[in-house]
């Protein structure tokens, strides 16, 4: 299954109609998580919500998903270890107040398990990639960043200092 | 012990909150957010639910703005951490003005320039530290690695 999800707050038809036409030349079935959209598809499962724990039941049964670049879904992707398309939302078509998820894809194109579409016409590439993808865990990279935070936030907590 | 108060609205602000869990309840922490489905997953038993609010609704960041103090006043923390957004940026705020170190974590999701709250916070928190190296400028915000 692929799960496609445009996050909590705002609708994203562009990407809904594109993965929708897309739909009939995948080998498996495909859930979107909609939001407020209009666009009413044909060729997947859409769903205006799920809840978070709804959703992290599906994500364990999914190959690859597919998702605005919202930085919830990233961490989440990360937490099951499974491969994402991020298509990021543009404030020209009115998808977002600012263009923050272009900057978010420019900073993560190419970790590992990570594949970024900016237009429609490079998704079916995108996902056939994404499908491909072996993952390995978290890379050490990360790890030793995120040790760095975490290791402030203990040290503020407890002095004052960061 | 050391009382904290952990505030993030849904989304990846919240995701991020808990990947500093582990960090946070070696101490005495208290979560807060704005959906109640998203404690309820992690197994928080005790989290405090705010009404969610952005800069373009001045209604509900008024509510918010209330709630967040409430919840301070009642709480009472040494320690207020947020990783956004307004609704950790009210708890933020409230925390500085009743003695509480403070701590903001700009969500890592602002990769070219600060969110609002972000700046507000180098002048209304103890701390304020960006995810993004490029971003630091003098400590305020200052750098300390990232989460993603």
């Known amino acids: ?162 | 012990m050391t009382k904290v108060l952990a505030a993030a609205s849904a989304g990846g602000h919240w995701e991020q909150m808990m990947l500093l869990r582990p960090t946070l309840e070696q101490f005495d922490v208290h979560f807060a957010t704005t959906h109640p489905d998203l404690p309820r997953r992690a197994g928080i038993a005790a989290a405090t639910i705010l009404p969610d609010c952005n800069q373009d609704q001045p209604f509900n960041s008024l509510r918010c703005l209330f709630a967040a103090f409430a919840l301070v006043l009642r709480q009472r923390p040494d320690v207020v951490i947020s990783t956004g957004a307004a609704p950790g940026f009210f708890c933020v705020l409230a925390g500085r003005l009743t003695g509480a170190r403070t701590l903001w974590i700009d969500s890592v999701a602002n990769a070219e320039k600060l969110s609002m709250c972000g700046r507000l916070s180098r002048i209304f928190s103890t701390r304020c530290i960006t995810q993004w190296e490029h971003l630091a400028d003098n400590g305020r915000p200052g750098y300390a690695g990232n989460l993603l």
Not at chain 1, 9 to 16: C, M, N, T
Not at chain 1, 30 to 58: C, H, W
Not at chain 1, 149 to 155: E, R
């Open chain 1, 1 to 162: 299954m692929i799960l496609v999800t445009v996050g909590m707050q705002l609708g994203f038809d562009r990407l809904i109609r594109a993965i929708d036409e897309l739909a009939p030349d995948l080998a498996m079935p495909v859930v979107a998580q909609t939001g407020k959209g209009t666009y009413q598809a044909r060729n997947i499962k859409t769903l205006e919500s799920i809840s978070p724990s709804e959703f992290d039941g599906m994500i364990k049964q999914t190959s690859l998903l597919v998702a605005h670049a919202g930085i919830g879904t990233v961490l989440t992707a990360q937490r099951f270890n499974k491969p994402l398309v991020l298509f990021p939302r543009r404030a020209s078509f009115g998808e977002h107040r600012n263009d923050h998820q272009l900057a978010t894809v420019g900073q993560l194109d190419g970790r590992p398990g990570i594949i970024v579409a900016r237009e429609e016409s490079e998704l079916r590439d995108a996902i056939a990639r994404g499908l491909a993808t072996e993952m390995g865990s978290v890379a050490e990279e990360t790890a030793a960043r995120r040790a760095r935070l975490t290791s402030a936030v203990d040290q503020f907590i407890r002095t004052g200092v960061i």
